[in-house]
């Protein structure tokens, strides 16, 4: 994997060039020197240990920090701040406890201006492709944990950006769960073309998931390798017993070091 | 604050088989209290018998009705003090969880208005505001402001860097953030202060009431305590419970219905209003 | 957001933003007393509600050096108000607890807890006067009301509140209820016991003033009534920032008492006993 060349560039929905990040006056270096780029309708994960820079990666393409050097681009244009063609997804629901569940998902709308009875149309029909159209007026409080999430997905959706960004959304359900909402976000982005980056902690479900696998390492955080996985869509969970699955979790197992 | 009854959840003491044992045990005690007072086991004087207290309460209530003026004086003074105390309270907390500046110039002075014990301050109020009913408001005022204060504060400046983060990314202007989470994620800690800040504007009329007045159930105590007419006494001081019980439990309900998603029956039937509501809006 | 703030936190050449800040509350301060002392030499604020700083100032001297009238009625009050914190709030703490461990009196006694709650207890003090008689012993009586409330409350709430998961693992160890009691429920409740304390020590304060209030007899209460009755407003206000100084006293001992007994919700506190326990493990493991 090297730097992008000027026809990726142009291509690519979302690059960064030299994109580097450090906090405390210079002490502590988040993200060191990170050279990528995103195809259009691509599910990339950015996968590592605490401390590799994934999430900080993440929330410089969502333009909610600023890079110390170089730069990201989305859509071509220069990353400065929050906009409308990214969205992201955090590890907690962060559901807001006093509105109901399609009023949640509305919260995007309503951030950026009247609220019209198309928005609405809309949030209800993404609460059922979520599984939740008949929780529509339920408070975060009466669903359970994967529910909430999903409403977290719906909201994401509304939101109606084509990059989305999920910073290891399912990391707090127990496994099943997690497993069955994995294959329900494929579905999903599938659907609707949707240029993913996607991150975790878990080896198995970041080449799961993605056509491109970012193995992050820590001290300093950069982009030590990148997997291509060219697994079939759409994937099936008994993938992950073949042997080219498992032969890509020892490629990301020897670059980080765990094998 | 502590919850010493974490089982009885909710307050269903309505239920009749729940309110016979509490009944009974209410009737032994004061069967027992009359018989030992009769009996000379506790004299009479420091402790009246309960059918003395009882006789006072008929007297004032529905006889004499004398109990009635002073009762809503009161309980007048109390609601109007803690509303004067509620309003600059919220208004400074607003202040300081918006501009660090201002947070940095009001936190001081309310500091030392914390640890200064209000009352100490009822004469000077009087001699202020006089011997009417302005001088019982505003020692209530007083009283009540700090914790409403502070909780309201508190309840505005929680760290909630996640949401945050999410009206952030969807990029929200600062008003926005502060109506849309701000506000509705304080409320419970502003309810919780403002229970406190009405019970305490309560004790500042009452005190305020003892130092000089003319009407109040402050005043009918002072009067009745010193006749030692200990019945009417205690007739007051339940009378003073019954206007504590009122407005607690008018909190309480406000409480219940604005932050109607804490609790599980409200929260069914905030699901329900709401459903009725998109249909009414969209037609569906 | 970080970029700004590294931004923003550039210190200016010369002095920290620390020191400037204390600068500037101080200059405000200052001339808000200034303006004060000025408005009120010429008439323009009313002495009644707004006295001189400067008579407030010699007030000061004067109750506390010249006269020295203060220490005697400050010696009084908080002599009444630690007896009656005392007595008030160890009566609370182990009628607390007693209730907290019997869930049967539990059950009945809420209805009565709710009742009290709602009464403002200090509206006893007459009562109690009249009852006990003008002196000190209906002032302690007074205090000793007001202080057992909170404690009883608060020690009753941290009785019943245990962890569930902390007893069960209690029980599968096979402890009896006495090293529940000592080792689990006493230490998980100490905080909440340290709170209702506070409450109850400030509530002392206000229950010796009320007392002093309806008495007029001695004690810092009746010092101020006395001085507001003759209009002596510079020489009351000064009883009140005497009453604010002890107040911060209070406040400032029950944190440091806090600090010390529930140490571990602190860090240093828990760097300190971590330290002191080290040293005794060495010493044991010398024995």
Redesign the interface.
């Known amino acids: 994997m090297g730097q992008a060349t000027a026809a990726q560039v142009s291509e690519a929905v979302v690059s960064g060039s030299s994109v580097g990040k450090t906090?405390a006056?210079g002490t502590v270096v988040a993200l060191d020197d990170a050279n990528f780029s995103i195809e259009k309708g691509s599910f990339i994960s950015l996968v590592g240990p605490s401390g590799c820079g994934k999430s900080t990666l993440l929330r410089l393409i969502a333009g909610?920090?600023?890079p110390t050097s170089g730069a990201l681009h989305l859509h071509g244009t220069r990353v400065d701040g929050p906009r409308q063609d990214v969205a992201m997804m955090f590890q907690r629901a962060t559901l807001l406890e006093w509105r109901t569940a399609v009023e949640n998902v509305l919260l995007p709308t309503e951030m950026r201006g009247k609220v019209t009875s198309a928005d609405r149309d809309r949030a209800m029909e993404l609460l059922k492709l979520v599984g939740l159209g008949d929780f529509a007026f339920s408070f975060p409080a009466q669903l359970s944990g994967g529910m909430q999430q999903r409403v977290a997905l719906a909201r994401l959706l509304q939101t109606g950006a084509d990059v989305l960004l999920l910073d290891e959304p399912f990391g707090a359900l127990d496994e099943f769960t997690r497993e069955r909402l994995n294959i329900e976000l494929l579905r999903i982005v599938g659907e609707i073309g949707a240029t993913t980056i996607f991150v975790t902690h878990n080896i198995s479900e970041a080449i799961f998931l993605a056509d491109q696998v970012y193995v992050m390492t820590p001290r300093p955080g950069r982009i030590a390798r990148v997997i291509d996985v060219p697994l079939a869509r759409p994937r099936e969970l008994s993938v992950q017993l073949s042997p080219e699955f498992n032969h890509l979790v020892e490629e990301a197992r020897v670059t980080l070091g765990a094998l | 604050m502590?919850?010493?009854?974490?089982e009885?959840r909710p307050n269903r003491?309505w239920g009749l088989s729940r309110l016979v044992?509490?009944l009974a045990?209410f009737a032994a005690i004061i069967a027992l209290w009359e018989v030992s007072v009769r009996a000379g086991l506790i004299t009479s004087?420091?402790i009246p018998r309960p059918s003395a207290i009882g006789a006072a309460i008929v007297d004032l209530y529905f006889v004499t009705g004398t109990i009635w003026p002073h009762f809503f004086v009161t309980l007048t003074e109390a609601v109007v003090g803690f509303l004067i105390g509620a309003g600059i309270a919220i208004a400074l907390a607003v202040g300081s969880s918006l501009s660090d500046p201002f947070k940095?110039?009001v936190t001081?002075y309310a500091i030392?208005l914390?640890?200064?014990?209000?009352?100490?301050?009822?004469?000077?109020i009087?001699?202020?505001f006089g011997f009417g009913m302005g001088s019982k408001m505003a020692l209530a005022a007083v009283i009540s402001f700090f914790p409403i204060f502070v909780n309201t504060l508190t309840g505005l400046t929680q760290p909630d860097g996640e949401r945050e983060e999410l009206f952030?990314s969807l990029g929200a202007s600062h008003v926005q953030i502060f109506w849309k989470l701000r506000v509705p994620s304080a409320l419970p800690l502003m309810f919780a202060g403002l229970k406190i800040g009405l019970?305490t504007a309560?004790?500042g009329a009452?005190?305020a009431e003892?130092?000089q007045a003319t009407h109040g159930v402050?005043v009918l105590?002072?009067r009745f305590?010193?006749q030692?007419n200990?019945g009417a006494?205690?007739a007051t001081?339940l009378s003073?419970?019954l206007i504590?019980?009122i407005?607690?439990y008018t909190m309480e309900f406000l409480d219940d219905r604005t932050v109607f998603w804490r609790r599980e029956e409200r929260r069914a039937a905030a699901s329900r209003a709401r459903a009725r509501a998109w249909k009414r809006r969209t037609g569906k | 957001?970080?970029?700004t703030a590294?931004s923003r936190g550039m210190p200016r050449s010369g002095m920290s933003t620390g020191m400037r800040?204390i600068l500037t509350?101080g200059g405000?301060f200052v001339a808000l007393i200034l303006a004060w002392e000025v408005g009120a030499r010429t008439g323009f604020l009313d002495p009644?509600?707004f006295p001189k700083p400067s008579a407030i100032l010699a007030s000061f001297w004067r109750i506390y050096f010249v006269q020295g009238n203060i220490w005697y009625h400050l010696y009084v009050s908080l002599g009444l108000v630690f007896a009656g914190f005392a007595a008030g709030s160890i009566l609370g703490i182990a009628l607390g607890s007693l209730v907290?461990f019997n869930s049967l009196v539990?059950?009945?006694i809420?209805?009565y807890?709710?009742?009290l709650?709602?009464?403002?207890r200090?509206?006893?003090?007459?009562?109690l006067?009249?009852?006990?008689g003008f002196g000190a012993q209906s002032k302690i009586a007074i205090i000793m009301l007001v202080c057992f409330f909170a404690p009883f409350?608060?020690t009753?709430?941290?009785v019943?509140?245990v962890n569930e998961e902390k007893l069960e693992l209690f029980k599968s160890l096979g402890a009896s209820k006495m090293q529940i009691l000592r080792k689990l429920v006493l230490p998980e409740a100490v905080p909440?016991i340290m709170?209702?304390e506070r409450l109850a020590l400030?509530a002392a304060?206000?229950g010796v003033?009320?007392a002093e209030?309806?008495q007029r007899d001695q004690g810092?209460?009746s010092l101020?009534?006395v001085y507001?009755?003759n209009?002596n407003?510079a020489s009351?206000?000064a009883?009140?920032f005497t009453?604010?100084i002890v107040?911060?006293l209070?406040?400032k001992g029950m944190e440091i008492l806090d600090r010390r007994i529930a140490f571990w919700n602190h860090e240093d506190g828990m760097a300190r006993v971590g330290a002191l326990r080290k040293g005794r493990w060495a010493k044991q493991a010398e024995a």
Do not use: Q
């Not at chain 2, 502590?2 to 974490?6: G, K, N, R």
């Open positions: 906090f006056n909610l920090i600023e | 502590a919850d010493p009854f974490p009885v003491l044992p509490h045990l004087i420091m940095r110039y001081p030392v914390n640890v200064t014990p209000g009352i100490a301050l009822t004469p000077i009087i001699a202020w952030r019970t309560l004790i009452v005190v003892f130092a402050g105590m002072n305590s010193f030692l200990m006494s205690i001081l003073m419970t504590g019980l407005l607690f | 957001m970080a970029a590294i800040r509350h405000i009644l509600f907290g539990r059950r009945f809420k209805p807890v709710i009742v709650e709602a009464t403002p200090i509206a006893v003090a007459p009562l006067i009249a009852a006990l409350i608060n009753l709430s941290g019943v509140n909440v709170a209702g400030t304060l206000s003033l009320v209030f309806i810092i209460g101020i009534l507001t009755r209009l407003m009351a206000f009883c009140i009453l604010t107040g911060f209070i406040f």
